[in-house]
């Protein structure tokens, strides 16, 4: 049977930008469209290989900025044909324009009473709602900050997904009550939770499936693992800042060459690994107890090897 995947892109303004004083304008440039690897060119990448993704679209930056940098890249991505569902970094906030981030609220969704996560998660459909976004089915919390209250609010406003269940970063921020290593979708609280898919990059030792994380090797090796241990899901991450350097200013060609890569080889595969949306409602087979690829020292040290190199030479500014 097929394995669905979810292309999943985290799409935001970056508060490390806020803090350096950059106005609205360069924000988004450097957090949206960075050096023309962003959100434009990875939709761009997306079409030409006839994949779908969900961009996970943060619109609590409006609470400072206004609604035209989300309503902006909203329209962006719909008009590529792209879904656009919910993500929430709740520090904006507290945030002020011009003061260099030095004020904010709590960070993580699961430093809130459920009933204050509730509000939250209203406000936040709102603006993403007043941006252009038809009404979101599917969640993801900044930092996969979630918990299970935040379950239990989203099942009472109607959501169907989450995708915040991350077991390299659990028990914190991620701190939804499932096992680290679990990875297959299941009914939680009144909503299917669809965790991120992960790699052992050694015994006992978790990494996430994201485009920084993952060398090309170890992203083709957990595909062909799905598929061959008839995964109920593949749950993949990126952001549309991840393929330039940090400060926003280059492309970073080690990520860059792996996301084509990724696109191209979920294009091969599409029989065996369709990409889906969220909004397709696919059906997934659910309480499975999917494992994930088991470690292999080569593939480790290459992809260490790998990111030295992106972290000594591509990450450089500009």
């Known amino acids: 049977m097929p394995t669905p995947v979810f292309l999943t892109v985290d799409t935001e303004l970056m ?39 969900c961009f996970f679209v943060d619109p609590m930056p409006a609470l400072i900025f206004g609604l035209e940098p989300t309503r902006r890249v909203v329209e962006t991505i719909l008009d590529a044909g792209q879904e656009v569902q919910l993500h929430l970094h709740p520090h904006w906030t507290g ?25 939250l998660i ?22 996969y900050g979630a918990n299970d ?15 915040s269940h991350n077991g390299a970063e659990h028990p914190w921020p991620s701190a939804i009550g499932l096992p680290p290593g679990h990875i297959s979708p299941v009914e939680r609280h009144g909503l299917i939770e669809v965790p991120v898919t992960l790699i052992e990059d050694r015994p006992g030792a978790l990494r996430n499936f994201q485009i920084c994380a993952l060398s090309a ?20 991450v990126s952001h549309g800042f ?28 599409s029989d065996l690994l369709p990409t889906a949306h969220f909004a397709d409602r696919p059906a997934l087979r659910l309480g499975r107890n999917d494992a994930a690829l088991g470690p292999n020292s080569l593939r480790t040290r290459w ?16």
């Open 149 to 163: 209250d935040t379950l239990r609010a989203l099942a009472s406003l109607g959501f169907l997904y989450d995708s």
């Open 217 to 236: 090797g170890e992203q083709r090796a957990a595909l062909e693992h799905a598929t061959m241990e008839d995964h109920a899901a593949v749950t993949i």
């Open 15 to 53: 508060w490390r930008h806020h803090i350096d004083g950059l106005d609205r304008a360069a924000i988004y440039d450097r957090s949206m469209e960075p050096a023309g690897v962003g959100v434009s060119y990875q939709l761009g990448m997306l079409a030409r290989h006839g994949l779908k993704a």
């Open 242 to 269: 991840e393929l330039a350097n940090r400060s926003g200013t280059r492309a970073n060609a080690v990520h860059v060459r792996r996301f084509e890569a990724l696109c191209a080889l979920l294009a091969e595969w």
């Open 95 to 119: 945030a002020k324009l011009g003061d260099g981030g030095t004020s904010f609220a709590r960070f993580e969704m699961g430093d809130y009473s459920r009933s204050e996560q509730y509000d």
């Open 303 to 318: 992809r260490q090897a790998e990111q030295l190199w992106s972290n000594m030479v591509e990450e450089r500014a500009a």
């Open 122 to 143: 209203v406000g936040a459909t709102e603006l993403l709602a007043a941006a252009g976004a038809p009404n979101p089915i599917a969640f993801r919390a900044g930092s």
